[in-house]
């Protein structure tokens, strides 16, 4: 089995990109000329057993179903319009539990101003599969993962780690920092990490044409779970804050020692940056005066190989 970036990369060069498409398969959704205005499109499936248990609140699954959409526009800088919904429904799935699934759909839509147009329904013997595809426009330019220099600062927006233990099923789509992160001619590239701190900044800095990043370990904004999860103990919960994965919170890069407008919806916290790219390739880590290797390591599926 191949990576999933892997199988990203081949399926970018298998479908040519059409004329009408600004960014194609690879980044966190595509940009489309829609003759009158960009589009972006973008599309993730949830799994039971994969990306929520069975026992999860359905309601919740719903949500998270649409936001994991939703957090992709909002690394483009995209604004939200339709969404199309795709469900495999076990045979056996009790009709409250659809109901609230669909609830759950409906009110994480309404909160972004998208509407549900349209969909598929299908089942069969195995898990439950909700399918999203997340259509919306660009009020301004595209954010993407390929802008980043050598001497950018290194933002987030929110704190990581610790998903898993109710985060990953609430977690709200950074909708109107993304669009105003788009604004700011300092800010030049952008991702949401869904896989994890390092794995996330090693693909935009891989987009950006390979290069490296140093991040403060003492920077880094770690989630109270994650320091529960790992007793207190410091060290652990920054791993868990760079692996852990599921955060969906945009990071950004921009230009060394520029400010962004004043106001807007980022946190002070969020404007103090967490590293610095570097023009060497790979991921560092700072202690204070010492500094270290760090893998890029998260979450990835694995998938079928090349033929």
């Given amino acids: 089995m191949a990576a999933e970036r892997a199988l990203t990369e081949r399926l970018a060069r298998f479908f040519p990109q059409g004329p009408r498409t600004l960014v194609g398969?690879?980044?966190?959704?595509?940009?489309?000329?829609?003759?009158?205005?960009?589009?972006?499109?973008?599309?993730?499936?949830?799994?039971?057993?994969?990306?929520?248990?069975?026992?999860?609140?359905?309601?919740?699954v719903g949500r998270k179903a649409v936001n994991r959409n939703l957090s992709d526009l909002a690394a483009m800088g995209a604004v939200p319009d339709w969404l199309l919904v795709s469900l495999v429904l076990p045979h056996r799935l009790p009709r409250a539990r659809l109901d609230a699934l669909l609830r759950g759909v409906r009110a994480a839509a309404a909160a972004a101003g998208a509407a549900v147009v349209g969909g598929d329904v299908a089942t069969h013997d195995?898990?439950?599969?909700?399918?999203?595809?997340?259509?919306?426009?660009?009020?301004?330019?595209?954010l993407t993962r390929a802008g980043a220099r050598a001497g950018d600062t290194i933002h987030v927006t929110g704190?990581?780690?610790?998903?898993?233990?109710?985060?990953?099923?609430r977690f709200r789509p950074a909708l109107r920092e993304g669009v105003w992160l788009a604004r700011q001619r300092a800010v030049h590239a952008a991702i949401?990490?869904?896989?994890?701190?390092?794995?996330?900044?090693?693909?935009?800095?891989?987009?950006?044409?390979?290069?490296?990043?140093?991040?403060?370990?003492?920077?880094?904004?770690?989630?109270?779970?994650?320091?529960?999860?790992?007793?207190?103990?410091?060290?652990?919960?920054?791993?868990?804050?760079?692996?852990?994965?599921?955060?969906?919170?945009?990071?950004?890069?921009?230009?060394?020692?520029?400010?962004?407008?004043?106001?807007?919806?980022?946190?002070?916290?969020?404007?103090?940056?967490?590293?610095?790219?570097?023009?060497?390739?790979?991921?560092?880590?700072?202690?204070g005066d010492r500094r270290t290797r760090l893998a890029a390591a998260g979450y990835e599926h694995d998938v079928p190989g090349p033929g």
Avoid: M
């Fill in 25 to 60: 398969i690879g980044d966190d959704a595509a940009v489309l000329d829609g003759r009158h205005r960009r589009l972006v499109a973008c599309c993730d499936p949830v799994v039971a057993g994969v990306h929520f248990t069975p026992a999860a609140p359905p309601a919740l």
């Fill in 159 to 169: 704190p990581l780690g610790g998903a898993l233990a109710g985060h990953h099923l």
């Fill in 126 to 142: 195995g898990p439950l599969v909700v399918t999203v595809t997340a259509l919306g426009h660009l009020p301004g330019r595209a």
């Fill in 192 to 287: 949401d990490v869904s896989d994890g701190l390092a794995l996330d900044l090693a693909t935009l800095l891989r987009h950006s044409g390979g290069l490296g990043a140093e991040l403060d370990a003492a920077a880094v904004p770690i989630r109270a779970a994650a320091r529960r999860l790992a007793g207190g103990d410091r060290r652990r919960a920054l791993g868990r804050a760079f692996g852990d994965g599921e955060d969906h919170v945009l990071l950004w890069t921009q230009a060394a020692g520029a400010a962004l407008a004043p106001g807007g919806p980022l946190t002070a916290r969020a404007r103090r940056a967490i590293g610095r790219v570097a023009a060497e390739p790979g991921l560092w880590l700072r202690h």
